[in-house]
């Protein structure tokens, strides 16, 4: 069974970091893209930034320049580092991953982890 396991949120006050991790476990067969999302009070759940196998990576508007994602493909990681954190970033965030967990059949599925809380204090 695939699992995405997060870690990394916290409280930290405005102009901090914080870095947040995900790694996926279990048994399949590749990793394509993956990415965090985040979900704040009465929000809608929104796209934050996400990666390619090959590295390629897209942001939100609202964390260009302040965010970066990588990931290590050999640990079936992303990691999500957050620069000059601002209270509106608040937000629960949840990792995504586009997992084949068969070689020879099946498609692409999403999993998604369990969410990480992210405060940041005025």
């Known amino acids: 069974q695939v699992q995405l396991g997060e870690s990394g949120g916290g409280l930290v006050q405005a102009g901090g970091s914080l870095r947040l991790s995900c790694a996926a476990s279990?048994?399949?067969?590749?990793?394509?893209?993956m990415g965090w999302y985040r979900q704040a009070p009465g929000r809608q759940r929104e796209l934050v930034a996400d990666?390619?196998?090959?590295?390629?990576?897209n942001y939100a508007d609202s964390v260009k320049g302040r965010f970066t994602i990588s990931r290590d493909n050999a640990k079936n990681t992303v990691y999500l580092q957050m620069n000059s954190l601002k209270p509106e970033d608040t937000a629960v965030y949840y990792c995504?991953?586009?997992?084949?967990?068969?070689?020879?059949?099946?498609?692409?599925?999403?999993?998604w982890g369990q969410g990480t809380q992210v405060t940041v204090s005025s």
């Open positions: 995504n991953a586009a997992i084949k967990e068969k070689a020879w059949w099946g498609g692409v599925a999403d999993y």
């Open positions: 279990g048994s399949f067969f590749r990793v394509d893209a």
């Open positions: 990666i390619t196998s090959g590295g390629s990576t």
